[in-house]
């Protein structure tokens, strides 16, 4: 039949050539390169083609100019609605943005029973009721979290161990939930707690009100009580019992855990994992030690070195990996956060990854004596004597000046990756994030020199790391399922 | 196959008189008096009740035609599926009649026009560029005589759009008069590039829209091809990006044939980056339907050879979370892993078996093919021994 046109005509408007949308290249190896654009979507090219590419000399029949033209890496006379939605997948990633503040952290008390020497907050003995937040500073913390415009507020409780000061946990719980009757925000409550002093008011108390318990869990039960010492050595016990009896109470997903990598973990990251396996967690997030609190103090800090960390974070990876590849289903949550920056066009509201920084703006710290920080990180700062994320007191600041102070507004500015020394051509960034405290309390510096920057070369070898993973059969596909999972 | 309509019918001068006029079909002799006019009478018995707009009577008895002063039209045999609830229109001046609705079938569809911007090389409905709008008037008039409990209608072309306000108008009619029916409507999505447009629709707040629009790659310059219409991709996808943004439903799909297979899984990846927005994909066997006869060596693969294409997209998409589905394609082809995405669309007055097919275990859960393969189909279908 005649009327039909050939697909050669219909491929002529690509013969006069293309223009190059903004990328970013970053060397993976050798002559290989991540080339990404600013919604993130990434491809790993040879050098050659690249250079071709960058020099606008790829040939429209080449599979890399298909491939970069479906990315939205360049565009060509035949099509133009390549900005229309590279603007909309920008868009889509900054649109939490608007949102503000989603996580309020409520410091209930210092007090612990617990006495470990990494704790990154400054712990005082069981019965002094001076560390214990007030329903006066409770009260007007809840005046400043429903100030947040955010449709959903999480408020988190910490400590010390905040089930020490379970009255003010009720209180908080109750006034929020009263008051939302007529906010009518999407509300969800956290108790971070070590466990060991959960009994069955505070059950009942969750139950009643649907709060998540996080916990801590450090890995198989010696080097769990090694690394968090309280009377009886029995810390490990105490976390297994309370995690059974709240999936058995409350429901299997009521609880998370959290691990924290020492000196002595080190060789040990399968067990470790093996350990989550064991109380069937679906997943481990692999932390890093913090530069805060006493870690700094008792120089657990500086104990190891990046680079034994991060043998430890790709053992520990690529054995989860393995996992998966035989069938059984796992996540390493910090993967799944970057690779969700990756590989869909969501921005996860990981407040440690992610510009301009989560301080204040993603997340906001109401310590036990009204005190208002811009982190969990910044208070611990402030314990070791530095108040320079310190936003102001809930009894003698509003909600505008604290959220408008200067402690907040610099670093948030100075730090913004798409501006920063580095960041701003790295390949990488779309992944990032800025953490203007964590460069304050290594370098005295909100941006930092991101050569001698842990968080940059740490998160550097993690995503050339996942990159890399995904060249191998089953993991990119592995690695998409994680993306997603929400 | 079930015929949607019938020539050779013979009406009697009162029938003639009134002209192209749609009826809701009954046999119930005990109708309500004030409904009867817009009824037509099934006659089974040799009983004519009164008051009725129209009587059909059985081919073979000419005698009853002009006996009465009633309009009477003889229906030939291949039309007495037709049942209560059915909707017909008499075209006396064509000697013919179409079914316009039919109750039972889960599968009715309103061809809005036969006008379209697209010229697609495998369209099924070929486009002819024809001043059709007394259709539309048609569609107006049989909607408040369809079943307020249909699931679901469809409207499709042509390219529906095309009508422009009074495409709307229709839309607006289905809310009306059947606010618990599902409208489905089958358009390419250029027209709605015109924010306006998509504003304007999503405006009626119809409570159960979707719009299924093909997007055949991820690179223009082949869509268009597809198409036979430059700047068609861009348009569509604008198009599908302005429906979304006024919260109007939409699915994308895709048929699968030799120019869309090679990008199939680059386009899966495309959606699942830039569309996730999507309310349904849907990825659909070939019809050897309309212009796919004429460039049958350019569209034409065995679906045994894109078995591969087709589970890396089915997997891509699902794993972002999408809703997928896969039409028009038979089990026995598939990998196991996207069986739980086939699903039996062929309407129910196309879909067919091979001799093939004769002892499959899962005969029952596959959607088998539409008539018009029997012109060519897979050379690999083969009875499923064990059930899924």
């Known amino acids: ?486 | 196959m079930i015929t949607l309509g019938a020539h050779r019918i013979q009406y009697n001068e009162t029938a003639a008189a009134l002209g192209r006029r749609t009826f809701r079909v009954t046999a119930d002799d005990r109708r309500p008096m004030p409904l009867r006019a817009r009824e037509a009478f099934m006659v089974r018995t040799g009983n004519y009740p009164e008051g009725f707009g129209c009587y059909l009577i059985p081919e073979g008895d000419a005698a009853q035609l002009n006996a009465r002063h009633l309009a009477v039209a003889q229906v030939p045999e291949d039309l007495t599926y037709l049942a209560d609830g059915d909707v017909i229109r008499i075209l006396p001046e064509r000697r013919s009649l179409r079914v316009l609705f039919r109750r039972s079938s889960p599968n009715n569809s309103f061809l809005l026009t036969e006008r379209c911007n697209n010229y697609c090389l495998m369209c099924s409905q070929p486009p002819r560029n024809v001043q059709d709008g007394w259709i539309a008037d048609e569609i107006l008039d049989a909607l408040p005589l369809i079943d307020p409990d249909t699931s679901e209608i469809g409207f499709t072309g042509g390219e529906p759009t095309l009508l422009g306000d009074r495409f709307l108008e229709l839309v607006q009619a289905c809310k009306s008069y059947l606010p618990r029916t599902a409208l489905h409507v089958l358009s390419n999505g250029r027209t709605f590039a015109d924010a306006t447009f998509a504003r304007r629709l999503s405006e009626i707040t119809h409570p159960d829209l979707m719009i299924g629009v093909p997007i055949y790659s991820d690179l223009s310059h082949i869509h268009d091809y597809v198409v036979q219409a430059d700047g068609a991709f861009d348009e569509t996808v604008r198009g599908v990006m302005n429906l979304k943004q006024f919260g109007v439903r939409v699915e994308i799909r895709v048929v699968l044939h030799k120019q869309t297979i090679p990008r199939l899984p680059a386009l899966a990846r495309f959606i699942t980056r830039n569309l996730l927005f999507a309310d349904h994909v849907a990825l659909m066997g070939l019809e050897m339907m309309g212009f796919t006869k004429a460039n049958f060596d350019d569209l034409w693969i065995d679906p045994a050879d894109y078995q591969a294409e087709l589970a890396a997209a089915t997997h891509t998409l699902d794993r972002a979370r999408m809703n997928v589905s896969i039409y028009n394609s038979q089990l026995c082809l598939m990998d196991r892993s996207i069986w739980r995405f086939a699903k039996r669309s062929i309407s129910d007055w196309k879909q067919e078996y091979m001799p093939e097919c004769n002892g499959c275990a899962v005969i029952d859960q596959c959607a088998g093919f539409f008539a018009s393969a029997k012109l060519r189909y897979s050379d690999h279908i083969a009875p499923v021994r064990a059930a899924a």
């Open chain 1, 1 to 486: 039949m005649s009327g039909f046109t050939s697909l050669l005509e219909y491929e002529k408007p690509l013969h006069a050539g293309y223009e190059l949308l903004p990328f970013r290249f970053t060397q993976l190896s050798g002559d290989r390169y991540v080339v990404t654009n600013l919604a993130g979507e990434f491809t790993v090219l040879e050098r050659p083609e690249l250079e071709a590419f960058a020099k606008t000399q790829l040939s429209a029949s080449d599979p890399v100019y298909s491939e970069l033209k479906s990315k939205h890496f360049l565009t060509d006379g035949d099509s133009n609605v390549a900005i229309d939605l590279l603007a909309l997948k920008v868009r889509t990633k900054l649109a939490p943005l608007a949102n503000f503040t989603g996580l309020h952290i409520f410091v209930t008390t210092l007090r612990c029973e617990h006495s470990c020497p990494y704790c990154q907050v400054s712990r005082a003995n069981d019965d002094r009721r001076e560390f214990d937040m007030t329903e006066e500073t409770a009260s007007k913390a809840v005046d400043l979290v429903f100030r947040s415009p955010s449709p959903a507020i999480k408020i988190e409780f910490q400590g010390g161990e905040s089930l020490l000061n379970q009255d003010i946990i009720e209180f908080t719980v109750e006034e929020v939930t009263r008051r939302n009757q007529q906010e009518k925000r999407d509300l969800a409550f956290v108790i971070a707690t070590n466990l060991a002093v959960l009994d069955d008011r505070a059950i009942t108390f969750a139950r009643k009100h649907n709060i998540l318990m996080s916990t801590s869990l450090d890995g198989p039960a010696d080097l769990h009580n090694r690394n968090r010492p309280r009377p009886g050595g029995n810390s490990y016990e105490k976390a297994i019992q309370g995690i059974h009896r709240v999936r058995r109470e409350l429901g299997r997903d009521r609880v998370g855990a959290l691990m924290t990598t020492t000196v002595a973990s080190l060789g040990r990251v399968r067990e470790i994992i093996d350990e989550y396996v064991r109380q069937d967690f679906d997943g481990i997030f692999l932390r890093p030690l913090s530069p805060y609190g006493f870690a700094i103090k008792t120089k657990f800090y500086q104990s190891y070195d990046q680079s034994r960390w991060l043998e430890f974070y790709f053992e520990g990876l690529d054995y989860i990996i393995d996992l998966n590849l035989a069938g059984f289903p796992f996540l390493e949550h910090y993967a799944a956060t970057i690779l969700r920056k990756m590989l869909t066009p969501f921005q996860p509201g990981y407040v440690d990854l992610i510009s301009p920084a989560g301080i204040g703006i993603g997340a906001i710290v109401y310590n036990y004596d009204g005190d208002v920080y811009a982190s969990d990180e910044s208070r611990m700062l402030a314990e070791m004597g530095d108040k320079t994320f310190c936003l102001g007191n809930v009894h003698t600041h509003s909600y505008d000046e604290l959220l408008l102070s200067d402690n907040l507004l610099e670093p948030l500015e100075a730090s913004f990756a798409g501006s920063a020394p580095m960041c701003s051509w790295c390949a990488f960034e779309p992944y990032c994030g800025s953490d203007p405290v964590f460069h304050h309390a290594t370098q005295k510096d909100f941006v930092g020199k991101k050569p001698l920057s842990a968080f940059c070369s740490r998160n550097m070898s993690i995503f050339r790391g996942l990159v890399e993973r995904m060249e191998r059969p089953g993991v990119r596909e592995m690695f998409e399922r994680w993306a997603y999972m929400r």
